[in-house]
């Protein structure tokens, strides 16, 4: 199909999609809380769980390929304990919901925060470094060209 | 832009036919509530016979206040 929109018109539409995109990736992350909380049953929440996976994976992958990290941060100790942490407060969360009232509970919860803890900050470590690469790759293409 | 357009004698509908945008966005560029992409300016310049220091180029504040 032809496009008729015009180079401001283009910026326009991709502010209103990234808006409205973003804003339904939240309520979609927001809905699987409140029906873990309202159900007790984690298979009421397959499907947002895969969906709010297959969308983080490609951004992941899609940052990646860019080399990018964010917008306010670089790749850092800072960065990677905070990514760390926050992961593991909120499956840790979701877990304490699901498992709230059986025996051992602490423990559960303990063991949860620890190893999600540690697989974020492992992960968040790995991805800097792949990112970094990454930039230094693409930096070094631009410049063999020139 | 407004006077190179003016001294042209086209209109901002004109102007957008001529460049391929709509005449909204010739007149977001005029009163400079839209950045166009290089391209853009060039297109623009082209159909305005004039170059791109006669239309895009910043005034500094002594020029702007001698008008």
Known sequence: ????????????????EHFALWTLFWLLVASIPVQLLLFREPLVILGECISVLVVSIIILISFIKRGLW???????SKTHLFSGLLTAVIGTSIIAVLVWGKD???YYIFLCFVILFMVAFALSYAFGVMIKKREQK???ENDEHL | ???ARIQNDISQEQLAARV??????????ESGKFNPSINLCISIC???NKTLNDIFWEENSDEADRG
């Open chain 1, 1 to 16: 199909m032809r496009r008729i929109a015009d180079e401001r018109q283009e910026n326009e539409i991709s502010r209103v």
């Open chain 1, 70 to 76: 964010g917008r306010h941060t670089n790749p850092s």
């Open chain 1, 104 to 106: 051992c509970f602490l």
């Open chain 1, 138 to 140: 693409l930096a070094d």
């Open chain 2, 1 to 3: 832009m407004k006077i």
């Open chain 2, 20 to 29: 391929g945008v709509t005449r909204q966005t010739i007149g977001l560029i």
């Open chain 2, 46 to 48: 082209k159909a305005l």
